[in-house]
C-alpha cells in the first residue's frame, strides 16, 4: 500500500494504490491523519488504484469520515473499482460517503 | 475431463497476521488450479482474511503458538472454505449484524468483518467439533 498526495482546485488529494487489508491498515490510517492533521478541509480519496479492502481498511474511511464531519471538513472519494464498490454497498459505506466517478466532478463541486 | 470429483487443498498456518501473505498466495494457486473466476478469488480473499484476522485476534487466551487449519474443497456446483482452529468456543454466525443505516456520527468503527463474510457467502456454519473450532463458509458457483 502507497499513497501519492497531489492538489486539484482547492481539494488535498491522496491516491491509493494497493491493498488496504489487515496488514497495511495501520499505515494507512496515520498517512490520513497526517494529512488530517495538516489541516486539509478539502479532502478526496482517489481509489482508482486501490486494489483490495477489507473491514480492515474500511474502519480507517469512517475514521477519516467522522474527524472531518467533526471539523467542518469536506471528505469526497472517487474512482472505485468495481469489486471495491461492492464491497461499500455491502457495508453500507455508499451512502455515507460522496462518492464520485471521477476526480474532476469530485472536486468540482 | 473428470466430472463430479471433489477437489481439495489444505493450509496449516500459525497465528499470526502476517499469515495473511500466505493465504493470499494459497488462494492464488487454488483460484488458478481450479479455475475459479478471478472476482470470486476476490471475495474468498476478503472472507478468509476477516476469518482468520478473527481467530487470531480473539480466539486464544494465551501467548502460545497455535495451528489453524484452513481447507479449500470443490464439489459440483458447491465451493466450501472451512477454518479450524484450538482456540476458545466462539460461534461467529450467532453476532448480531450490524445497522447499515446507521449515519455517520452513530456508525461504531469496526465489526463489520464477520457481516462482510455472511454477505458474500451463500452459507456460513458453525460446529465445535474436538475441541476445535469449524467455520464452515459455502458458495455456490454459477
Known amino acids: 500500500m502507497e499513497v501519492k498526495l497531489s492538489n486539484l482546485n482547492d481539494y488535498t488529494v491522496v491516491s491509493i494504490h494497493g491493498r488496504v487489508d489487515t496488514l497495511t491498515a495501520s499505515d494507512f490510517e496515520s498517512k490520513i491523519l497526517e494529512v488530517l492533521e495538516g489541516g486539509a478541509k478539502k479532502l478526496l480519496l482517489d481509489c482508482s488504484d486501490l486494489a483490495y479492502i477489507s473491514s480492515s481498511g474500511l474502519r480507517v474511511f469512517l475514521v477519516a469520515q467522522k474527524k472531518m464531519m467533526a471539523s467542518g471538513g469536506s471528505l469526497k472519494l472517487c474512482c472505485l473499482q468495481p469489486e471495491i464498490k461492492e464491497i461499500f454497498d455491502i457495508s453500507g459505506f455508499s451512502t455515507i460517503f460522496s462518492i464520485f466517478p471521477d476526480a474532476e466532478s469530485a472536486a468540482a463541486q | ?142
Do not use: C
Not at chain 2, 35 to 57: C, K, R
Not at chain 2, 59 to 68: L, V
Open chain 2, 1 to 142: 475431463m473428470i466430472k463430479n470429483s471433489t477437489l481439495s487443498r489444505s493450509i496449516t498456518l500459525a497465528n499470526r497476521i502476517d499469515e495473511l501473505t500466505r493465504i493470499s498466495a494459497f488462494l492464488e494457486e487454488t483460484t488458478e488450479q481450479w479455475d475459479l473466476p478471478m472476482a470470486l478469488g476476490m471475495s474468498l480473499n476478503l472472507v478468509l482474511e476477516e476469518a482468520f484476522t478473527n481467530v487470531v485476534q480473539y480466539a486464544y487466551t494465551d501467548k502460545e503458538q497455535h495451528e489453524i487449519e484452513l481447507l479449500m474443497e470443490k464439489s459440483g456446483k458447491e465451493l466450501i472454505v472451512t477454518i479450524i482452529d484450538d482456540g476458545q468456543p466462539y460461534d461467529p454466525t450467532k453476532k448480531t449484524d450490524p445497522d447499515i443505516n446507521l449515519n455517520v456520527e452513530n456508525r461504531p468503527i469496526g465489526g463489520l468483518g464477520i457481516f462482510l463474510i455472511k454477505k458474500t457467502m451463500d452459507n456460513v456454519a458453525y460446529e465445535r467439533k474436538n475441541d476445535k473450532n469449524h467455520l464452515i463458509m459455502t458458495k455456490n458457483l454459477a
